[in-house]
């Protein structure tokens, strides 16, 4: 069962994200970025979607957010 602070950080991310590739953003062919502000509009890919996301998994904890990624936990 996925725990439900889990599911809540999904949802806020679902309910403010809006998809924009990176060639309209910023004209280039691929930028990953992670999306750190707690509030406002997230605007990004794919890629930006799921590091938003890790990083709010991994409790704001740039170690964590690593660990996961480097350890093939993400």
């Known amino acids: 069962m996925i725990p439900a602070n889990e599911i809540e950080h999904l949802e806020d991310i679902k309910a ?3 998809y924009k590739t990176d060639q309209a ?3 280039i062919k691929e930028r990953w970025k992670i999306i750190r502000h707690e509030t406002g509009p997230i605007v990004g890919d794919c890629e930006d979607f799921a590091l ?3 990083w709010r998994l991994s ?3 740039g170690f964590k957010f690593w ?3 480097l350890t093939l936990r993400a």
């Open 67 to 69: 660990w996961y990624i």
């Open 16 to 18: 403010r994200f809006t």
């Open 59 to 61: 409790n704001r904890s």
């Open 52 to 54: 938003a996301l890790l």
């Open 25 to 27: 953003q910023y004209g």
